[in-house]
């Protein structure tokens, strides 16, 4: 099933088409970067089409504000859910912002799971939200094992955990990449192909 999906050449060109995307953002400055951060911050937990709507909503105006109750208030009318919590992640990720890609870059470029395990020191990040965000900026290889990617994987590899260790994601992570070699796909590119099959999008 997912050798074919993996075949189909509309597929293909639109996860290519993507690949390059993430590739353009590699090269950009700091702006795209923490704006993937915080894009990644606000997926934790919520559906991408909310998380990018309250993106919208709020980014321009998340570098004025300093009170975690006046970003809650620009997410809560987003209709963006746990609107509290994560507008106390965002006020403290601000404090990256002008270093992050001068902190991330060289060490992913050296080793993407280094590079992981740095951006899990920012709060409201863990290993699927980091290897998102390295994707998102040009990093494959890594696994991002959101919901959709484990109900997937689960037809296959049955697990019974609402949530995953990093010991689990590490494992979870080794099975994929398995099949991602076999398919000569790097995790970060075959996740998209399994994401269009679960939700028939490809936007993440």
């Known amino acids: 099933m997912l050798r074919s999906l993996v075949r189909n050449a509309k597929l293909r060109a639109r996860v290519l088409e993507r690949a390059e995307e993430f590739k353009l953002n590699n090269k950009s400055g700091e702006n795209v ?8 911050i606000l997926t934790s937990n919520s559906s991408f089409i ?9 980014y321009d105006k998340l570098f004025t504000i300093d009170k975690e109750k006046d970003i ?16 106390k992640y965002l006020l403290n990720a601000r404090k990256y912002y002008g270093n992050l890609k001068k902190w ?23 290993m699927k939200e980091a290897s998102h965000f390295l994707r998102n900026v040009g990093y494959f290889n890594l696994a991002i094992l959101d919901r959709h990617i484990l109900k997937f994987l689960s037809y296959y590899f049955p697990y019974n955990k609402r949530s995953l260790s990093k010991n689990d994601y590490i ?16 995790p970060g590119l075959l996740d998209l192909f399994i994401w269009y099959k679960e939700t028939n999008k490809l936007v993440k």
């Open 171 to 186: 494992y979870i992570e080794s099975v994929l990449r398995s099949v991602s070699i076999s398919l000569n796909l790097p």
């Open 33 to 40: 970067w923490f704006r993937e951060l915080v894009l990644c």
């Open 72 to 87: 809650s208030k620009i997410l809560k009318s987003s209709g963006y859910r746990f609107y509290n919590l994560k507008a």
């Open 104 to 126: 991330i870059y060289p060490i992913a470029n050296k080793d993407e799971y280094e590079a992981r395990d740095e951006l899990l020191q920012i709060e409201g990040i863990g």
């Open 50 to 58: 909310g998380a990018y709507v309250a993106l919208n909503n709020l």
